[in-house]
């Protein structure tokens, strides 16, 4: 029989888990032909999110976990979920049920046809800002315009993967991690489905704008080079446009002998370099900032216990 492990990060979800763990028994009465694993990835919650895991574990033998050390992150919990599913094919899923666990039978539909990366398009939002659809759209533009590697517009994490993809995601061990952009940068047959995103069952996003903007340059930086090609590009611009402004400003004094245009013009000019020049920094310093986490080489994170059907590891005291 074939195993399908369900991934499951959750970091303060105590609320929904009773919810997920009922439509996830639900699912596998459906579908008796498959063996399930449903592995939580408790990232540090402050809550009884673990409580209420150990207790299914306790009654489950379908129920794994890594319990992390702390909060590391989703992006990082993923990662640690991938390095402990032991399932043919494995299905991320947000423990809120925004992505709906009845859409999993059709994924693997797909995956028994030869499909090994079977993502979830979303066709509505609900329960979300404009401006979160607006900003996040923008997002996607500007990464598909800048990475040479095509990024799914609309898809979340929602997806099966095939054991060889999880390998393949096993063996990018960055620390600073953009998982979206990993899933198309390893390739393979890949078949989109849709579906509609309901709004979060209980509790409250662990997303703020601050968090989605330092995903949205992960996501950039850690994909492309191109804001340095961008910085000089406008190096090359700005250098121009004032080799054109010497030469003019030249021939003003010597030809009508034009006292210096004065003190705002040269403001100007001071200020908007600057500008320029410290965003360049900034640039740079971004890519060098990744050099320096990834040359340290930490572990991606630490595990407190990992417990596996009748098997418990736990970090030595
Ligand atoms: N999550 C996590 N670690 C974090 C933040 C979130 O494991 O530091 C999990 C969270 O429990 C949920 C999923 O990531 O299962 C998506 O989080 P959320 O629903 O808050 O994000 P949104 O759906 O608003 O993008
Ligand atoms: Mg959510």
Redesign the pocket.
């Known amino acids: 029989m074939k195993k399908i492990s369900i991934l ?6 105590q609320e929904v888990l009773d919810k997920l763990y009922a439509r996830l028994t639900k699912l596998a009465h459906n579908n008796k032909f498959y063996e399930f694993e449903f592995l939580f ?1 408790n ?3 402050r809550d009884r999110t673990l409580e209420i895991i150990k207790e299914y574990a306790k009654k489950d033998r379908r129920v794994s976990y890594v319990n992390l050390s702390r ?4 992006e990082v ?2 990662c640690a979920g991938f390095d402990h599913v032991t399932g043919d094919a494995t299905v991320i ?4 049920l ?1 992505d709906p666990p009845e859409l999993i039978p059709d994924m693997i539909k797909y995956w028994e046809k030869g499909y090994d990366d079977v993502y979830a398009k979303r066709v509505s939002r609900d329960g ?1 800002t404009w401006f979160k659809k607006f900003s996040s759209n923008l997002f996607y533009r500007i990464l598909q315009k800048t990475t040479h590697i095509p990024i799914q517009i609309d898809t ?2 929602f997806r099966l993967l095939d054991r060889r993809c999880i390998e393949a995601l096993k063996q990018i061990r960055e620390s600073q991690r953009y998982t979206k952009g990993m899933f198309s940068w390893i390739g393979f047959n890949k078949k989109e489905i849709t579906y509609n995103r309901d709004p ?1 069952a209980a ?5 703020n704008y601050m968090k989605l903007i330092n995903l949205a340059i992960d996501g950039i930086v850690s994909f492309t080079t191109a804001p340095l090609r961008i910085s000089t590009i406008a190096g090359f611009l700005v250098s121009f446009i004032a080799f054109v402004f010497i030469i003019i400003l030249i021939f003003k004094t010597l030809v009508f002998h034009d006292p210096v245009a004065g003190y705002p013009s040269l403001m100007a000019v001071i200020l908007f370099l600057g500008g320029v020049q410290l965003l360049s920094l900034g640039v740079i310093g971004e890519y060098i900032a990744r050099i320096f986490t990834e040359t340290k080489g930490r572990p991606l994170y630490l595990i407190e216990e990992y417990h596996n059907g009748s098997d418990v590891k736990k970090a030595r005291r």
Do not use: C, L, V
């Open positions: 499951i990060p959750a970091y303060n979800e990835i990232d540090g919650s909060n590391f992150g989703k919990a993923m899923i947000d423990a809120d925004q979300e979340g994490d979060r509790g409250t996003t662990k997303w």
